[in-house]
Nanobody, 128 residues
Framework: QAQPVESGGGSVQTGGSLNLSCTAP????????MGWFRQAPGKEREAVSV????????YYADSVKGRFTISQDNAKNTLYLQMNNLKPDDTAIYYC?????????????????????WGQGTQVTVSS
């Protein structure tokens, strides 16, 4: 079954940078709302950042504000997450999400349950 595909994860030291990419099939890609979520071992999945090119708007978790930047290239059906000044607490599997339920020109959901399609995830490990 087709799904979004993430790439760009890896291992870096504290203060390093990574740029995650997520390419989705055309029928899955959404200008209305797409997002990045992450799950660390033993923790619940959390929203990192979401974006809507239509509204337009972005959301960032407080823990990543000022360090992460989300963007979309609609011509390439690709979602990005530029991560700078990485910290050990950023260590997690990062997932791309699309297929937003209830998204519109006024609403871009920020909850994982509101997204229908998920990538397989890409591991990000930050060492101190």
């Amino acid at each position: 079954q087709a799904q979004p595909v993430e790439s760009g994860g890896g291992s870096v030291q504290t203060g390093g940078s990574l740029n995650l990419s997520c390419t989705a099939p055309t029928y899955m890609y959404s200008k209305y709302c797409m997002g990045w979520f992450r799950q660390a071992p033993g923790k619940e999945r959390e929203a990192v950042s979401v974006i809507s090119s239509v509204i337009p708007t972005t959301y960032y978790a407080d823990s990543v504000k000022g360090r992460f930047t989300i963007s979309q290239d609609n011509a390439k059906n690709t979602l990005y997450l530029q991560m700078n000044n990485l910290k050990p607490d950023d260590t997690a599997i990062y997932y791309c999400a699309t297929g937003p339920k209830g998204a519109s020109w006024r609403r871009c959901p920020q909850v994982g349950a509101d997204f229908a399609y998920w990538g397989q995830g890409t591991q990000v490990t930050v060492s101190s």
